[in-house]
């Protein structure tokens, strides 16, 4: 082998390990985004699974407008000990009452602060 040989050899070996650190790299960005993702969407709908079951219509929106959550809230309501990092917030709004409609529109937004990740979820409940 000649010197230029040895010279592009190593030329083309750094640039495949430089491409393959940035693909690294944005690998594991991405896989710690999509757990943050997964989280976040697990900690909404259990959120909405625990309005949907409570049984008294008129007390809804004082019980749980404007209620945030974080891993360090000890009566979380489902517990996020486990999420941290993350923040739950839940907002409910009255449309209504009406002759013909009145109902809760329940939104959960859950963030996760160091991927900036977002997850919002809603759920609509009528009078019962």
């Not at 809804?60 to 360090?72: C, N, Q, R």
């Amino acid at each position: 082998m000649t010197l230029i040989e040895v010279i592009i050899s190593v030329m083309i070996l750094s640039g495949v390990l430089i491409g393959l650190s940035n693909f690294t790299r944005r690998f594991q960005s991405l896989t710690n985004n999509h757990e943050a993702l997964a989280i976040a969407s697990e900690l909404a709908t259990a959120r909405l699974e625990v309005v949907a079951q409570h049984r008294v219509y008129l007390t809804l929106l004082a019980t749980f407008d404007g209620t945030v959550e974080t891993s360090a809230t000890t009566a979380a309501n489902p517990p996020m000990t486990q999420a941290i990092g993350h923040t739950r917030t839940t907002t409910v709004v009255r449309n209504g009452p009406t002759s013909t409609a009145d109902y809760l529109t329940v939104t959960v937004t859950v963030t996760h602060q160091p991927t900036s990740t977002t997850v919002r979820k809603s759920l609509v409940i009528a009078a019962f």
